[in-house]
């Protein structure tokens, strides 16, 4: 294994060494034994605008569940019940094939994400990293201390001091996961049941609060143990991306050919003319890593774009006078050809590409029609003849999917020569959210009939006048010879 220790010279002055790194994840040892990442505490621009809008995620995570547009939860999905709303709007199995369209334009979308914007996503927006960055990491560094003191915590015996701290940080992190459990529980049965399933208590509802358990369990272990993990080998968006991602593709890049050869600073001398790159090797960039990864060494697997490597590098320019953008958003090819970034037509075309999925999968949720009508002759039945009418039974079910109770009534629109009999009133009250079922007959002149089985097309109306659903079906009647 000579290859492991020699360094090549590479053009531009870059320092090339065999890329091992790449032969294993960040988080274990040769052995096969966990590494531990003990990341120092982030700061700088990007973490504060990364706190920003953790915030507000979480803000919307907490209160989301409380708030009812017309009465309905803005979002429940519950698959038991087969319950479901988005942004108040209730959705049916019938609206089913929206999901299915829904998430081709979702899977299109994060292709072509992934491919102009890399894993931005992974460090700004995923769950698993706000609630591991964002909330159970700020404990641990509340509790436990920063980096150092938190190495020195995990070397030293088990005494007051570590019993003390593990069980606080553990029992918050217990605490923290009933509380992400029941919230996740809210957006599939409600609050409302939720709050009911605390009040009965766990011998009414056994199997609830199992189910609350061993979620509970799961997030605890996620997110005191596992942690990320979870991102380098477990979610399979960190694999995909490696497919997805080219020289144009923005990500967290160290600029080697700015930063190479990397040397120690020292004070007053001419980095340029000693033929020394801008890069110190103080190892900042390391150690703020929280997969453990370092950043120089290239693209990697476990880097998810949190930008922590970003603010400590800046933090070290200023201080040393060098101007920051060591390591900056930007893409291969940028840094390779040391050209400026530039929002070029290709970005520009997949980002409005982008913005026409998200209008498209807006219009399917919300171009659902008021009603959902269906008219189904019942099985055997056939017509029958009388007064020079032909009549045919048809059994409908209409589903009203608006917020509110309609009046509705039944019209044949194709032939507009037909009738329709009611076996009641032929206003039908039609409740939020309810399906009505009932029967109509059909009736056309004999005369009329050309055909032995004919297409009609009949529509649903409100009082107004105003067709909300149509629905295609055939008419039955007497065979004719056709010359």
């Not at 995570?61 to 709007?89: C, H, M, W, Y």
């Not at 491919?115 to 700004?124: K, L, N």
Request: charged residues 25%; hydrophobic residues 40%.
């Amino acid at each position: 294994m000579v290859e492991d220790v020699n360094e090549v010279r590479g053009g531009q002055g870059q320092v090339i060494t065999a890329e091992t790194f790449r032969d294993s994840v960040g988080t274990m040892e040769q052995s096969g034994k966990r590494k531990w990442v003990f990341p120092r505490k982030p700061k700088g621009t990007y973490t504060n605008y990364r706190n920003f809008v953790a915030f507000i995620l979480l803000a919307v995570f907490f209160i989301t569940p409380f708030v009812k547009v017309d009465g309905n939860p803005f979002l429940l999905l519950n698959l038991a019940s087969r319950e479901f709303f988005i942004g108040g709007q209730p959705f049916y199995p019938q609206d089913f094939y929206i999901l299915a369209l829904g998430a081709i334009t979702s899977l299109v979308f994060i292709i072509l994400f992934t491919v102009v914007f890399g894993r931005i996503f992974c460090g700004w927006i995923c769950p698993q990293t706000i609630f591991l960055e964002m909330v159970f990491r700020k404990i641990e560094y509340l509790i436990e201390g920063d980096r150092n003191k938190q190495i020195r915590l995990d070397k030293q015996e088990w005494n007051a001091e570590k019993i003390w701290k593990r069980s606080l940080k553990w029992g918050v992190y217990v605490l923290l996961s009933l509380v992400i459990t029941h919230v996740m529980f809210m957006y599939i049965v409600g609050y409302e049941r939720v709050f009911e399933i605390m009040r009965e208590g766990p011998f009414v509802n056994f199997t609830n609060f199992t189910v609350m358990i061993v979620f509970t369990s799961a997030f605890y272990f996620v997110f005191a143990w596992f942690r990320e993990q979870v991102c380098t080998m477990v979610c399979p968006y960190g694999r995909l991306q490696g497919v997805l991602i080219d020289k144009q593709t923005i990500n967290v890049y160290y600029d080697f050919k700015r930063g190479e050869n990397r040397s120690k600073w020292k004070k007053g001398e001419d980095r340029r003319e000693e033929g020394k790159g801008d890069c110190i090797d103080c190892n900042q960039c390391v150690v703020v890593c929280p997969t453990g990864i370092d950043i120089r060494d290239g693209q990697q697997l476990e880097c998810v774009n949190c930008t922590a490597c970003i603010d400590a590098c800046d933090e070290v320019m200023v201080k040393v006078g060098l101007p920051k953008g060591l390591i900056r958003y930007a893409s291969e090819d940028e840094i390779e050809n040391e050209k400026q970034f530039k929002f070029d037509g290709r970005l520009k075309a997949y980002t409005i590409v982008l913005a026409l999925l998200i209008g498209f999968l807006g219009f399917l949720l919300y171009d659902r029609g008021t009603l959902d009508a269906k008219f189904i002759k019942p099985a055997g039945s056939g017509y029958f003849i009388k007064n020079n009418q032909i009549t045919n039974i048809y059994n409908y079910t209409i589903l009203n999917k608006s917020n509110e109770d309609l009046l509705v009534t039944i019209k044949v629109m194709e032939p507009n020569n037909g009738t329709i009999s009611f076996s009641g009133s032929n206003i039908i009250k039609m409740k939020k959210g309810v399906i009505s079922k009932g029967s109509v007959s059909i009736n056309f002149p004999e005369k009329e009939m050309k055909f032995s089985k004919q297409k009609v097309e009949i529509g649903v109306y409100n009082q107004e006048g105003d067709l909300l659903d149509t629905f295609d079906t055939y008419f039955e009647g007497p065979f004719k010879l056709q010359f």
